[in-house]
């Protein structure tokens, strides 16, 4: 069974702190994304990876940076967490090809900041 | 730009009853169409799905028809079940890396 693990389902962390959120997948699939969700306002991408070692920012990058050293783990770095970071944040993956990829999500990790 | 809209919720139907959730969106291209579906407490998952126009997407009792003269991809379901209550969300892809999302929609189905 094909799957997308996160590393937290539930996570609590203080203003100011160093925040990891790690992804694995385990398709061989090139692409990964990191979204967040919040009431209203949908998906929102943060940050996508095509390549190991390749990130393009997504929508709203501000405050985020990711890591992908190995094909099937992407790191989401919150630098210096805040509550306004406080969320639900997805990650998928999906394969790179011309037609079209359908993405597979992660269980989510719903990150509170206090 | 692209972008998807759909329907606000909360929508609220009794058991047996029909479920339309709107769909449309803005493309440049030729988009493929998906629907998703979150479950509570859970990731998002593939419900259907359309690559060109007038394909029809099911899965599981739901239906959708990607309709490129009204840039429409409506999801529909003849009678909802307890277990339907989701949030449901609709989204196209023109590119490997371009995919937008509508802002979801919570269904609650009640005996």
């Known amino acids: 069974d094909v799957k997308v693990t996160q590393s937290s389902r539930y996570l609590v962390k203080r203003t100011g702190e160093k925040v990891f959120l790690e992804c694995v997948q385990d398709?061989?699939?090139?692409?990964m994304f990191w979204y967040r969700q919040d009431p209203g306002l949908g998906l929102r991408l943060i940050y996508f990876?095509?390549?190991?070692?390749?990130?393009e920012k997504g929508d709203i990058p501000e405050g985020y940076s990711v890591s992908r050293e190995k094909k099937e783990r992407f790191s989401l770095i919150l630098e210096s967490a805040s509550t306004n970071q406080t969320s639900m944040y997805l990650c998928?993956?999906?394969?790179?090809?011309?037609?079209?990829?359908?993405?597979?999500f992660g269980p989510g990790t719903r990150l509170t900041v206090l | 730009g692209n972008s998807v809209t759909q329907m606000e919720g909360p929508v609220t139907l009794s058991e047996e009853a029909f479920l339309t959730i709107n769909c449309t969106y803005t493309a440049t291209g030729y988009p493929s169409l998906f629907w998703y579906v979150q479950y509570p407490g859970e990731g998002l998952q593939l419900l259907l799905k359309a690559t060109k126009a007038d394909d029809k997407g099911s899965n599981k009792g739901f239906e959708a028809t990607y309709r490129k003269e009204t840039t429409s991809f409506h999801l529909e379901k003849g009678s909802v079940q307890v277990s339907d209550s989701a949030v449901y969300f609709c989204a196209l892809i023109l590119r490997s890396n371009q995919f937008y999302f509508g802002t979801g929609t919570s269904l609650t189905v009640i005996p």
């Open positions: 990876s095509y390549d190991v070692k390749m990130k």
């Open positions: 398709m061989d699939h090139e692409n």
């Open positions: 998928a993956s999906s394969l790179r090809t011309l037609s079209y990829n359908e993405q597979f």
